[in-house]
């Protein structure tokens, strides 16, 4: 933080003002300030203020005969949350909300059905453990289509063999 504007403004005020109001920031103890005024103001009047501006009304939880219905109502229950915690991407820390799951399952189902996927289809799914496998997993689900899970380092014969065999 920078007080520069601040200073310049009280440099200006007469000097009989500046009797009146004192102010030195230097010699303020900023983390007594904010661990005895500033945070305990802000739970008395700010974070009840918060909690109940963006309180949720929760609708009670539905069964679901589907994975793609449970992705639908967490999306809708919890939106803006954690969905699949933090990972370190390419970009560097990423955070993957239930509403971005959502979205890129959603997603993951369109560009599926642009390839030729329809109902019923199988589909190989190899990777590693990441927040894209269970993403990309779900939107095989929403497609339709039924995921074959399949161990990124299996050799070259057993995966062809398993694709053979599940008919994906």
């Keep these: ?3 520069a504007n601040t200073r310049e403004a009280y440099a200006r005020t007469a000097p009989a003002d500046r009797e009146k109001l004192p102010w030195s920031p230097e010699t303020l103890d900023w983390a007594d300030y904010m661990m005895n005024q500033h945070m305990p103001a ?5 974070i009840p203020w918060m909690e109940e501006r963006y309180r949720k009304e929760l609708k009670p939880l539905k ?8 992705v639908e109502q967490m999306a809708e229950r919890h939106g803006h949350a954690v969905a699949l915690g933090r990972y370190e991407g390419d ?13 890129r399952a959603e997603d ?4 599926l059905f642009a390839a030729g996927v329809a109902k019923g ?11 894209e496998w269970a993403i990309a997993y779900f939107g095989i689900m929403r497609a ?6 399949m161990d990124p380092d299996m050799d070259a014969a057993a995966f062809v063999n398993v694709v053979r065999e599940s008919h994906a």
């Design 1 to 3: 933080f920078s007080c």
């Design 42 to 46: 802000l739970e008395k009047r700010v």
């Design 63 to 70: 069964s679901h005969e589907t994975l793609v219905t449970l």
């Design 91 to 103: 970009d560097g820390f990423t955070r993957i909300t239930y509403e971005d799951v959502l979205a």
């Design 108 to 111: 993951v189902a369109a560009r």
């Design 121 to 131: 289809d199988r589909v190989v799914l190899a990777g590693k453990n990441t927040p």
């Design 144 to 149: 339709g289509a039924t995921c074959v899970p």
